[in-house]
Nanobody
Framework: QVQLVESGGGLVQAGGSLRLSCAAS????????MGWFRQAPGKEREFVAA????????YYADSVKGRFTISRDNTKNTAYLQMNSLKPEDTAVYYC????????????????WGQGTQVTVSS
């Protein structure tokens, strides 16, 4: 079974960039689709981006399209979320998640979750 650990969060000014990483343990990472979700204070967790197990298909929330890029390196068992042009409304705890094979935007369909990493964007 895959275990997930996020890193790369922090404090950044509006307009800045961060790259989040999600390191996965286990030998079957390449069979898992990966997703990034976020939860802001007082709000429900929401979808951000997802990528298929091969990396050939990606999905993005409208709010991050054109600013965020999801990618993965199956040789390193790691998924990434490159976040550019950050806005204060991007402030949230970001979680990576995994499910077998097919990527989806529905968080209920993800089986495995990391502990989250805080991203704070100051204005």
């Amino acid at each position: 079974q895959v275990q997930l650990v996020e890193s790369g969060g922090g404090l950044v000014q509006a307009g800045g960039s961060l790259r989040l990483s999600c390191a996965a343990s286990g030998r079957t990472f390449s069979t898992y689709a990966m997703g990034w979700f976020r939860q802001a204070p007082g709000k429900e967790r929401e979808f951000v981006a997802a990528i298929s197990s091969s990396g050939g298909t990606t999905y993005y929330a409208d709010s991050v399209k054109g600013r965020f890029t999801i990618s993965r390196d199956n040789t390193k068992n790691t998924a990434y979320l490159q976040m550019n042009s950050l806005k204060p409304e991007d402030t949230a705890v970001y979680y990576c998640a995994a499910r077998q094979y097919t990527a989806t935007t529905n968080q209920l369909q993800y089986d495995l979750w990391g502990q989250g990493t805080q991203v704070t964007v100051s204005s």
